[in-house]
């Protein structure tokens, strides 16, 4: 099992705990929260946010053992993140994570008479990297960090 959600009974519920990742072959489980709950939740102490994902898997899988350790992230007020990460909108495509991964190389010089050529060979001078470039993996902290991984390897070569 590497994913699965919840949906609750109403829709005052709707975001808390909405998704489960076990993220890697240890017991680790890593839960989101989005919309309204999202900002609600962030003013609770990391304590409370624990008891109430333990809660919600308690009603997904009649109870949940406490965890060893846990980490609470706040990406609303992360002045960073805002909140936010990508998403495919409506008329978009993952062709779109595809272009915005896409280096962009110094221009040659307007004379230049094959300035087509004289940039196909010119070094990338800009790299993107970050979720929103990984089509495989995006929205994800792990497509960032393999994102990272993509762009040294272009530094590299």
Wanted: aromatic share 10%; glycine share 8%; charged share 20%.
């Amino acid at each position: 099992l590497n994913l699965f959600g919840y949906v609750p009974n109403s829709v005052d519920g709707r975001g808390e705990f909405f998704l489960f990742w076990s993220v890697y072959k240890a017991p680790v489980l890593l839960a989101l929260v989005s919309g309204e709950s999202a900002e609600l939740i962030e003013k609770a102490s990391d304590e409370a946010i624990v008891e109430r994902a333990l809660s919600v898997l308690g009603k997904i899988f009649g109870s949940a053992p406490t965890p060893k350790h846990s980490v609470v992230t706040r990406w609303r007020s992360d002045p960073y993140s805002r909140g936010s990460y990508s998403y495919v909108a409506v008329g978009a495509s993952g062709d779109d994570y595809d272009a915005l991964s896409r280096p962009v190389a110094a221009t040659p010089d307007a004379a230049d008479a094959d300035a087509g050529a004289a940039v196909a060979r010119l070094p990338a001078r800009l790299l993107f990297a970050g979720e929103h470039t990984n089509r495989q993996y995006p929205a994800t902290v792990h497509g960032a960090l393999l994102s990272g991984f993509r762009e040294a390897g272009r530094l590299c070569d």
